[in-house]
């Protein structure tokens, strides 16, 4: 991971159905859904590109459990 | 992988398991289909409750419904209510456990369907309880009937020309139903329409959890949540159709917030809810309730007042309404050999449940620990009836009594049915009246009263039961006669049959003083005993009878 983005996601593809939800909520069109299936057979959701800016839509929208992780890093002074 | 620099901003909530095993053993999804709303309102719950603090505190109700599995994804304490039942097991949490935070979750058929009833009347209430209503405008788990808030058009399998409100009526708007009750302190509806709109969600729940914790009251979240399976949708569609078509019927918004409102505290007159109706403009908050400043008060109609004068009935008033002021009842004053195990059973009308109340009242007032649990078939009269009853210096683990070892059968069906279950030692008292039989079992104590004819011949069989008891008494010494004496005017609702029921007692205290006490120390036995002889307390309970009463004239 590029160290020098403000902010990155990780998508659990074990996790994923591929609802697509992210996809439209993400302000920065980062994600997409990816032609690869995972074991439930779903085709799950990718993180592809490169301007997320953390702002945690993708996250609260997603109605699976920690499939969808954020990263960021620390504001000034903290 | 995560840089060193790099710090963790949103991830799956503490209070969420690490694995939901229902699915197999490790599995990491959930049971809802792809864009199901649940998993949304599930996180952003979890969410709360972490940054809240509250999750050793959480008692979470689940619904009927396809969130009742909920207890496989929430970390927290959970019940699985009944269909529809979720606000009043909340309401008894509540009440039971003052420190419970308690979050009642349903969906519409649930809540605005079968349950009703239920949580307009725990809303009434005020409980300090939060209600999460998801509402998808369809029967989700059952496959897509119509629902209470099923929109006007909107088809299902059940409305397949869409519903209509000559058919079928029209949707019920649950958050403007609830905003007709006085009590409630938060009541918001949101919806899972976009992103941004999830995060107005997530606003509303943490607002109605933090006002319960605060104990403010009664908070309302209602959730429009996309099913798309059940729609027909993709889960896009589905958050198009909801922005599209469903917020118009069911506008989001919050209809109220009572930041300031009062802790609920049982007993004070004033609930929130009546902080609001003398607002500063003085229209009350809720149109048409009496009392309300600015109401034409109904000439006739009950006033406020009134209801004060009633709430200030001190409890010595209280006491003498209920014939209780004379002298305090005794206490303590009861040595258990051994827990009382009692099963009352018999004809429904045999007044096998108001006996066993009878009984654990006489227990409560003999400053003993009890449990009633009646179980009866759904015949008023005439079908069978049980009581199970238990009798304890220690907390009682379970209401129910499997194994009595002491069992009053009031007709031959119950001794039928329970003989077998009475354990070696036990006592059981048959109203040899009505039923023609002995007891088969060589092992226990039986006692044969003719507790029918005995109380025909004081004028009602409806007593038979009290004489029963009134015999249990003397045997078990459980309680006495005098606190028997003095609870039933209490338990009786028709005062005219007080009477009555003290002559039942006085013929109880006769048979028993004719039949088995005799000879103090040799009682001339009616029933077959096993080594060992006496029941504890056989001889040492009785006070004096009135020599006038002959129950058998």
Known sequence: ?78 | MQSMKHSIKHQKAGSLYATFERKGPGAKSSHYCPGCGHGTVHNLIAEAIDDLGIQDRVVFCSPVGCSVFAYYYLDVGNIQCAHGRAPAVASAIRRTHEEAIVISYQGDGDLAGIGLSQILHAANRGENITVLFINNAIYGMTGGQMAPTTILAQKTITTPAGRTAANEGFPLHMAELINTLQAPVFIERVSLGTAAKVMRARAAIRKALRYQTKKKGFSFVEILSPCPVNWKMTPVEARRWLENSLEPVFPPGNLRDLPNAAPAALGAPGAPGATGVSGATGAPRVPGVSGAPGEPATPGAAEPVISQKAATKSERDILEILGANSEPLPTGTVSLAEEQNVKIAGFGGQGVLSTGILLANCAIAEGLRTTWLPSYGAEMRGGTANASVNISHEAIGAPIVSQPNVLLALNLPSLDAFEETVRPGGHILVNSSLVPRQVRRGDLHAWYIPATDMANALGTVQIASVIMVTVYALISGAITIDTLRRVIPLSIKRKSLVDINLRAIDAGVAWHRQECCQDFGRPRLPHVSVAGGTAPGATSEEPPVASSQDPSA
């Open chain 1, 1 to 78: 991971m590029d160290s020098q983005e403000k902010s990155y996601i990780e998508i659990d593809p074990a996790r994923c159905k591929g609802c697509a939800c992210c996809v439209v909520a993400c302000p920065k069109d980062c994600i997409q859904i990816g032609s690869e299936i995972n074991q439930m057979g779903y085709q799950f959701a990718r993180f592809a590109v490169r301007q997320c800016i953390g702002c945690g839509l993708c996250f609260y929208t997603c109605p699976e459990f920690g499939a969808i992780t954020v990263y960021t890093l620390p504001r000034k002074g903290e």
